[in-house]
């Protein structure tokens, strides 16, 4: 089975770290994530920049360079970014502005309709959101404006599910990463996601699994290998994912 890995972090000590909320994250190279990820047979995946790295890309450009072309990056910018910088980015493969709103270090949610419709305009980027499900309904209005987004680690919170699952209705993505960030069972939400809309689930390993209880291990490859059909399967760990990342200029709903 194909897999490509929708969310994972680089964290290269060569580039500027950024304190979170008093926490700085141990060094994680593209090295060490081709070595603790080649059994699993990868084949492309999606760097996501953390609160940590705040609006430095330049590890993210580096990164994408090294594990190339298959590989797609997610940014952490600003909204009155440089136009070059901007350019650079899209030349390096990145598809994507990120919105932490769990953690901070990206752009404020005020601007979220404004900087997600600016990039989808000019380059087709897609926006992704860290973001806790008890917290989507707060931001329901505006993520109406908000052309194509996708939600983490399967929302983290048991409360706002329903929320969610309403999100997965409309077209979003979610990804089925993070297990050891949620406070829940995630097979039965993932088998409601997938029931709700098969092209919804995209797998991650979340690697390193900064700030997570639980780290992302082989187990839970195992949970969906052992609850999925394999035509299921191919969707979650493969297409899904593929299909967001590739370059595509079109709304979902």
């Not at 030349?91 to 769990?102: D, E, L």
């Not at 939600?151 to 706002?160: A, F, Y």
């Amino acid at each position: 089975m194909k897999l490509f890995d929708s969310h994972f972090h680089i964290i290269d000590p060569k580039y500027p770290l950024v304190e979170n909320n008093g926490y700085l994250p141990p060094d994680y190279t593209t090295d060490d994530y081709l070595q603790a990820t080649a059994m699993y047979g990868i084949t492309g995946g999606a760097i996501v920049s953390g609160s940590f790295q705040a609006f430095d890309q330049k590890y993210l450009i580096n990164a994408l360079d090294r594990l190339g072309k298959n590989f797609f990056g997610v940014a952490n910018i600003p909204l009155d970014i440089d136009q070059e910088e901007l350019e650079r980015l899209q030349i390096a493969n990145v598809v994507a502005v990120r919105f932490n709103v769990k953690r901070g270090g990206s752009e404020k949610m005020d601007h979220i309709e404004k900087l997600s419709n600016f990039v989808f305009k000019k380059f087709g980027w897609h926006t992704e959101l860290y973001i806790d499900s008890k917290d989507l309904s707060n931001f329901k209005s505006v993520l109406h404006n908000i052309p194509k987004f996708s939600i983490d680690h399967l929302g983290l919170s048991k409360e706002g599910l329903d929320d969610l699952y309403y999100w997965v209705e409309k077209g979003v993505k979610v990804k089925a990463t993070g297990f050891g960030r949620i406070n829940f069972d995630p097979l039965p939400v993932m088998k409601t996601i997938y029931r709700i809309n098969p092209a919804a689930l995209m797998f991650g390993t979340d690697l390193p699994s900064t700030r997570a209880k639980v780290a992302f291990s082989i187990k839970d490859l195992q949970l969906l290998e052992k609850n999925f059909a394999p035509d299921e399967l191919e969707n979650i760990f493969y297409l899904n994912a593929l299909n967001w990342y590739s370059k595509c200029n079109s709304k979902i709903y």
